[in-house]
């Protein structure tokens, strides 16, 4: 198993540019986040998803959309990219049961995608 | 509202000495508590979950309800042990993990 796989690892836009971040997962997980990384600040939780063709957001969603056609799949798209979306993103996947002992919460992430808006 | 703290961004220890990394939470019901961990050039990962009340790595936490804390200890640091390391907070109807802002341990040779 691959685990989760995020491209591109590193990427550099200019400001009002778009660009996806993509990430799949061979786990068939339900669920699935998005994160971001900044110096000091911790990880936030941008958007998530608990299921195919169900996404939610997170703390902060602004400047981001995502989609869940897939169990597999749950890219993040940036529109109109901005200098305070340089960030390092994180993308995440969890076999989400009832209770902590079925591994609920116990997140599988990937690599991480560091974007940089000039 | 759900809030996890961790007041010391860094924190520099020498190998063999105690570490104690701590951490905060808020949080009105019955919260689960997790530390995830970052090597360097690695990715982050659970480290060890207040539920399991396992020892990983030589490391423990202990949730205290009263304090609402879940420090993480491990009595000999190791160099190995350096990394940045997020306290995390599970709780509410969409049971979403809320992360703290992570504390980097450096343990010096």
């Known amino acids: 198993n691959a685990g989760v796989t995020q491209t591109p690892k590193f990427r550099i836009l200019k400001i009002g540019q778009s660009m996806t971040l993509q990430c799949t997962q061979d786990m068939n997980h339900n669920y699935m986040y998005w994160y971001r990384q900044d110096p000091g600040m911790g990880l936030k939780l941008i958007y998530y998803?608990?299921?195919?063709?169900?996404?939610d957001k997170g703390e902060v969603p602004n400047g981001y959309n995502v989609s869940r056609s897939t169990t597999e799949d749950f890219p993040l798209r940036l529109e109109l990219a901005a200098p305070s979306q340089t960030s390092v993103y994180f993308c995440?996947?969890?076999?989400?049961?009832?209770?902590?002992?079925?591994?609920?919460?116990?997140?599988?992430f990937g690599a991480g995608s560091r974007l940089t808006v000039l | 509202a759900q809030r996890v703290t961790q007041p010391e961004k860094l924190l520099s220890v020498f190998k063999g000495a105690p570490v104690e990394l701590k951490c905060n939470y808020s949080y009105s019901g019955s919260p689960e508590l997790f530390w995830y961990v970052q090597y360097s050039r690695q990715r982050l990962q659970l480290l060890l979950r207040h539920i399991s009340r396992e020892s990983i790595k030589g490391f423990t936490a202990d949730l205290n309800k009263g304090e609402t804390s879940f420090h993480l200890k491990k009595p000999f640091a190791q160099e190995e042990d350096s990394a940045m390391y997020y306290c995390?907070?599970?709780?509410?109807?969409?049971?979403?993990?809320?992360f703290g802002t992570g504390t980097l341990l450096a343990v010096q040779p």
């Open positions: 998803s608990v299921g195919a063709g169900i996404t």
């Open positions: 995390a907070l599970s709780g509410g109807a969409t049971n979403k993990l809320i």
């Open positions: 995440a996947s969890e076999a989400m049961g009832l209770r902590p002992e079925s591994g609920a919460n116990v997140l599988t």
